[in-house]
C-alpha cells in the first residue's frame, strides 16, 4: 500500500511511496503528529540519485520489521534536499558542528518543535567498522527519549541556541579590490595540483567556478599563470574519465586526483556550468578542443535531460542494470577489452583500447575500465575515431538506461539557459538558443505562474510546492540576462528585473547580506544563509553577479549598490578560502572591470553583435537592437544613433563612454579584457 508520498511531485519521494515505512512529507502536520503521539521525528534527507540513499532505501526501508519498528515509535519525514534546500542547509549545519562531517542520506531526530538532537548520515542494517545499526540507533534513541527526556531536551536547546550564535561575517567593510583578488590568486596556486589540473586531492570536483574566476583574471590583467591552471585544468577533465567520452557530458567528480574514475551520476547543473566554461575557454584561446566539448556537453543537456515541456532534469543516476539483471554504479558506461572485440572486431577493439585507455586489468571494478583519452594511442585518423566512437554509442544505447530524476529545478535550468545560450551563439547553433527560450519560458509559464514568486521545481508541466530559494531567483536572472543578451529580446530583461526586485525586497538583510530564503519564508529553526559556492554557486554570489549586471543594463543604482553589499562577504572569503567562493570571484573580477556596457545599435546576430558577445571583457553586458522600439527594449540603446547609416557599437564603463565604431575589429580589441 502506498504511504503519503504518492500525492507529491519530487522522484526521489516517489520512489519511496511504497515503502512500508508510513512516510510523511515535510509539513505542519507531522509535527503536530508527533507531538500528538509523543514520539520523536525521523527526518530522512536524500535526493534520486544518490547512491548511498539507495542503498539504506533498500537495506533498512524496505524492511518490514524496521518499518514497523519505525512507525510505532517515530513520525518518519522523507525530503528531497534539492526540493527543500533550506530544510536540507539548516540541519546539515548541524550534523556537520556535532559529527565533523555531512553528507546524504542525512538521518537526523528531531523533537516535535523540529529541534534536532541526534544525527548521522549512512546507518548499516547490521553494526559495522565500529558504526552501530539502523535497528539500534532507533532502539537507543528511543529509549533516551523514554527514559532521559530531559536529557534530550537539553541537548536540542544547546544545538538550536548554538545554531542562532553562529553569525555571520559579512564582510560589510566594502567591496573586493585588487589585493583581495590576488591573495585569492595565490591561495588558488598553492593548491593548484600541478601534475593533473585541478585543485586539492582525492575526491576531486570539476571546480567549474574557479575556473571562470581564472578566465576573467586572466582578460582583465594578462596574467598567464592564471590562464595556465584554467586550460590545464579543463584539458585534464575533457581527457578524463569524469568525462563521457561517447556521449558528452560530465559526472559529478572523479573519485581520485587523475580524472579516471568518476562517481558516475551526471548533474544538470554540473553540466550547465562546464559546458559555459568551456564555450568561454574557447573565446579566451581559440582551443578546437574546448569547442567540442562546450558543444558535445550542450548536445548532451539537450538529448539526455531536456524534458517533455522543454525543461531539463535534474539528473541521471550513477546505477544501472549490469549483465548480471543487479543494479550497479558505472554499469551503463564501462568497458572491457572483450566487450571492445564484441562490438568493432580485433582490429578497431585493440585501437580503441589504446585510444581510450581500457585495460586487461581495468581502471574501475571487476576488470572494466572507464573510457578516457590517455594520449598514448599514437597519431590517429579522426574519421576512423569518429567511426569507432560512434559504434560504441550505438552499442551502450543498447544497454538499460541510468534512471533519470525528472524534476525540473528552477536554478539549475537558470545556469542550463545561460550557457545553451552562450554556447549557441558563439558557435552559430541557433537550435541550443532556441532550447534555451523554451526552457525559459517553461520557468515563466509554470515556475512564476500566477503567483509572480518562483516556485522552486516542477515535474510534468506541474509546478511543486515549494517556494524558490535565493538561487532560484539569482541563477534563474542570470540565465535571463545571458538570453537577452543573445537574442536582442527586451523582455527577458525585464523577466530579470523583476526577479531582482523580489531579491532587494525579500532576500536582503543588514549591511548587504542576503538571505537563503525569503523574509515571508517558512520559519525553520535557524534562517538559512550561506555565502560559500559548492556544486554550484551560492545563491548569494549568484545573486550579486545578477544584480550587477541587471545594474549595468540599467544604470540602476539600488542594484549596483545591492550588489556591491553583497561583494563585502568575498572581500572577506576570498583571500581565505578562493576555492569556495569561485564565482564570488568572477563576479568580483567583473565589479573591478566596470563591467562594461556594449550597445550595439544594429542587427541582433549581426557581425557587430556577434564581436560583442565574444568580447573577454569580464561581465560585460550586450544589448543589440535597431530601429526606434530598440531603447524601449533595452535602456542602453537610448540615444545610440547610427554612424552613417552603419551598425555602430557603442562601449561604456564607470559613466565613460568610448568614441563609438562601426569596425567589429576596433570593438574586438576595445573588449579584448
Same mark, same amino acid.
Given at each position: ?15 519511496? $511511496?511504497?515503502?512500508?515505512? /508510513?512516510?510523511? =512529507? ?13 514520539? =520523536? ?22 524492511? /518490514? ?22 530544510? /536540507? ?60 527526556? @530531559? ?32 591573495? *585569492? ?156 572485440? !564484441? ?6 577493439? *585493440? ?53 533519470? /530524476? ?11 539557459? $545561460? ?11 541557433? @537550435?541550443?538558443?532556441?532550447? $534555451?527560450?523554451? %526552457? ?26 515549494? %517556494? ?6 539569482? !541563477? ?69 553577479? *545578477? ?18 553589499? $553583497? ?7 576570498? =583571500? ?43 561581465? %560585460? ?27 555602430? %557599437? ?24
Amino acid at each position: 500500500m502506498a504511504n503519503r508520498l504518492a500525492q507529491t511531485t519530487s522522484p526521489y519521494l516517489l520512489q519511496h $511511496a511504497d515503502n512500508p515505512v /508510513d512516510w510523511w =512529507p515535510w509539513s505542519p502536520e507531522a509535527f503536530e503528529e508527533a507531538r500528538k503521539r509523543d514520539v =520523536p521525528v525521523l527526518l530522512s534527507v536524500g535526493y534520486a540519485s544518490c547512491h548511498w540513499c539507495h542503498v539504506m532505501a533498500h537495506e533498512s526501508f524496505e524492511d /518490514d520489521g524496521t518499518a514497523a519498528y519505525l512507525n510505532a515509535h517515530f513520525v518518519p519525514v522523507k525530503v528531497d534536499r534539492e526540493e527543500r534546500p533550506d530544510v /536540507d542547509a539548516v540541519y546539515m549545519e548541524a550534523v556537520q558542528a556535532a559529527t565533523g562531517h555531512g553528507g546524504w542520506p542525512m538521518t537526523v531526530f528531531l523533537t516535535p518543535d523540529a529541534e534536532p538532537f541526534y544525527f548521522g548520515t549512512y546507518f548499516p542494517p547490521e553494526p559495522r567498522h565500529g558504526s552501530p545499526s539502523f535497528p539500534q540507533v532507533l532502539e537507543g534513541v528511543t529509549a533516551a527519549w523514554t527514559d532521559r527526556r @530531559d536529557e534530550v531536551a537539553e541537548v536540542a536547546g544547546r544545538i538550536v541556541a548554538d545554531l542562532a550564535g553562529r553569525s555571520l561575517v559579512h564582510g560589510g567593510d566594502g567591496v573586493p579590490g585588487e589585493s583581495e583578488v590576488a591573495q *585569492a590568486l595565490l591561495g588558488l596556486t598553492r593548491e593548484y595540483d600541478e601534475q593533473h589540473g585541478g585543485f586539492g586531492g582525492a575526491p576531486k570536483f570539476p571546480p567549474a567556478m574557479v575556473v571562470e574566476f581564472l578566465l576573467r583574471h586572466y582578460a582583465r590583467t594578462g596574467a598567464e599563470g592564471a590562464l595556465q591552471m584554467a586550460a590545464d585544468t579543463c584539458t585534464a577533465m575533457a581527457r578524463g574519465g569524469i568525462y563521457d567520452q561517447l556521449g558528452g557530458g560530465f559526472a559529478r567528480y572523479s573519485v581520485d586526483r587523475e580524472w579516471i574514475v568518476p562517481h558516475f551520476e551526471k548533474m544538470l547543473y554540473d553540466n550547465a556550468l562546464l559546458c559555459r566554461v568551456y564555450a568561454h575557454l574557447w573565446r579566451t584561446t581559440g582551443s578546437d578542443e574546448a569547442r567540442r566539448i562546450a558543444l558535445e556537453t550542450a548536445d548532451f543537456m539537450v538529448r539526455e535531460l531536456r524534458t517533455a515541456e522543454g525543461g531539463f532534469a535534474s539528473a541521471l543516476d550513477a546505477d544501472s542494470e549490469g549483465a548480471d539483471g543487479k543494479h550497479v554504479e558505472g554499469a551503463y558506461y564501462v568497458w572491457t577489452p572483450e566487450q571492445l572485440r !564484441d562490438v568493432l572486431g580485433e582490429d578497431d577493439a *585493440a585501437f580503441a583500447a589504446a585510444y581510450f585507455g581500457v585495460t586487461e586489468e581495468g581502471t574501475f571494478e571487476e576488470g572494466a575500465s572507464v573510457l578516457r583519452l590517455p594520449g598514448d594511442a599514437g597519431p590517429v585518423g579522426a574519421a576512423r575515431v569518429a567511426g569507432v566512437r560512434a559504434r560504441l554509442l550505438a552499442a551502450r544505447d543498447e544497454r538499460p538506461h541510468p534512471g533519470r /530524476d525528472d524534476k525540473v529545478v528552477a536554478a539549475w535550468n537558470g545556469l542550463a539557459i $545561460a550557457a545553451l545560450a552562450e554556447t549557441g551563439a558563439y558557435f552559430d547553433r541557433p @537550435d541550443l538558443v532556441e532550447r $534555451a527560450t523554451e %526552457a525559459a519560458d517553461l520557468l515563466v509559464r509554470v515556475h512564476l505562474g500566477e503567483v509572480a514568486r518562483l516556485t522552486r521545481t516542477s515535474k510534468d508541466g506541474r509546478a511543486g510546492d515549494n %517556494a524558490g530559494v535565493l538561487e532560484d531567483y539569482g !541563477d534563474v536572472a542570470e540565465g535571463f540576462l545571458a538570453l537577452a543578451a543573445v537574442t536582442g529580446e527586451g523582455a527577458w530583461l525585464e523577466f530579470a528585473g523583476f526577479l531582482l526586485d523580489i531579491v532587494l525586497e525579500q532576500f536582503t538583510g543588514e549591511g548587504g547580506q542576503l538571505y537563503d530564503t525569503a523574509h515571508d519564508a517558512e520559519q525553520l529553526i535557524r534562517r538559512p544563509q550561506d555565502p560559500t559556492d559548492s556544486a554550484t554557486p551560492s545563491g548569494w554570489t549568484a545573486a550579486a553577479g *545578477a544584480l550587477l549586471s541587471y545594474a549595468a543594463y540599467t544604470g540602476s543604482e539600488a542594484h549596483r549598490t545591492a550588489a556591491e553589499g $553583497a561583494l563585502g562577504v568575498v572581500k572577506a572569503l576570498g =583571500p581565505r578560502v578562493p576555492r569556495f567562493v569561485g564565482w564570488g570571484l568572477a563576479v568580483a573580477e567583473a565589479l573591478l572591470d566596470g563591467p562594461r556596457e556594449v550597445a550595439v545599435a544594429g542587427p541582433v546576430g549581426g557581425e557587430l553583435h556577434r564581436t560583442a558577445l565574444l568580447g573577454r571583457a569580464p561581465g %560585460a553586458v550586450v544589448a543589440a537592437g535597431e530601429g526606434p522600439g530598440a531603447g524601449a527594449e533595452f535602456p542602453l540603446l537610448v540615444d545610440r544613433p547610427l554612424l552613417g547609416g552603419e551598425p555602430t %557599437a557603442y562601449v561604456c564603463r564607470h559613466f565613460v563612454c568610448d568614441a563609438p565604431t562601426t569596425d567589429a575589429g576596433e570593438l574586438a580589441a576595445k573588449l579584448g579584457g
